[in-house]
């Protein structure tokens, strides 16, 4: 075979291993972008799931609370107790998803607090039931921090939401 023809062979192989090498590196570094922004909207769609969950979980508790209070159906008191120990554990939750992030991180807390603040009342509420009737109680419930909470805990979950 011709020299130059030999040279210009090896030429064109030099050059398609260097053009597949290079598409190569591009995949490789297209995939592994592409894992990681998949792993990114997976943590944020957890995020949003567990956000979903905390405040699914008060007002549960709420719920089961105000239909305890109401018709003093002993389902209704276990559903309630139940669920307190759940809206703890579902605010810790999204405190651990966030912890990486210091400004969603510190929303967790506060989110957290105000939770446990809500919870607090509800058993106020509840204890009050117990010890002093269904008069006692909606007098605390009418008075009580319980709404306003409430109303507090909607607005930091959209809040972390919108952020993340």
């Not at 030099?14 to 894992?35: D, M, P, S």
């Not at 944020?44 to 799931?49: I, M, Q």
């Amino acid at each position: 075979m011709n020299r130059s023809l030999r040279t210009g062979v090896l030429l064109g192989l030099v050059l398609t291993a260097t053009l597949l090498l290079t598409v190569g590196i591009f995949v490789i570094r297209g995939a592994r972008q592409f894992v990681s922004s998949s792993t990114w909207v997976e943590h944020t769609h957890d995020v949003l799931t567990a956000l979903e969950h905390v405040y699914a979980t008060v007002k549960d508790v709420e719920a089961d609370q105000r239909g305890y209070l109401l018709t003093g159906r002993l389902e209704l008191e276990q559903e309630y107790l139940a669920n307190l120990p759940a809206a703890r554990a579902a605010a810790a939750a999204v405190a651990k998803l966030v912890a990486e992030n210091p400004e969603q991180s510190a929303r967790a807390a506060q989110l957290q607090e105000l939770v446990e603040k809500r919870l607090q009342a509800s058993l106020e509420t509840y204890t009050t039931y117990k010890t002093d009737g269904f008069d006692q109680a909606r007098t605390k419930v009418v008075g009580g921090p319980g709404i306003g909470l409430m109303l507090q805990i909607r607005d930091l979950h959209k809040t972390m939401a919108t952020q993340e």
